[in-house]
Nanobody, 123 residues
Framework: QVQLVESGGGLVQAGGSLRLSCAAS????????MGWFRQAPGKEREFVAA????????EYAYSVKGRFTISRDNAKNTVYLQMNSLQPEDTAVYYC????????????????WGQGTQVTVSS
């Protein structure tokens, strides 16, 4: 069982940066691949980034590649999403997710989810 709590969301102007954090409970955090997803109003939840258990492999959605960076600190049971050059289209609720699979990129592949944190980018 893993519980996830996101933080770090907020309101930022276009071109600005935010760093999201996702704190996980449990002693087996380092066994889980972690992902970030987002859901804008009226849209389906979409993949943003994923990282494997060791932090050695990452994958990004095309729309955020080069602007967002996912990382993890297994000693702190935390995964991060550094978001730079934010644009209004990045506005969404951001969710972190965990799964024992290698590095899934689909919502249905993740077993555990956080409650989400709102990111709003003003133009």
């Amino acid at each position: 069982q893993v519980q996830l709590v996101e933080s770090g969301g907020g309101l930022v102007q276009a071109g600005g940066s935010l760093r999201l954090s996702c704190a996980a409970s449990g002693r087996t955090f380092s066994s889980y691949a972690m992902g970030w997803f987002r859901q804008a109003p009226g849209k389906e939840r979409e993949f943003v980034a994923a990282i494997d258990w060791s932090g050695g492999r990452t994958e990004y959605a095309y729309s955020v590649k080069g602007r967002f960076t996912i990382s993890r600190d297994n000693a702190k049971n935390t995964v991060y999403l550094q978001m730079n050059s934010l644009q209004p289209e990045d506005t969404a609720v951001y969710y972190c997710a965990a799964d024992l699979a290698t590095m899934p990129t689909k919502t249905y592949q993740y077993q555990y989810w956080g409650q989400g944190t709102q990111v709003t980018v003003s133009s």
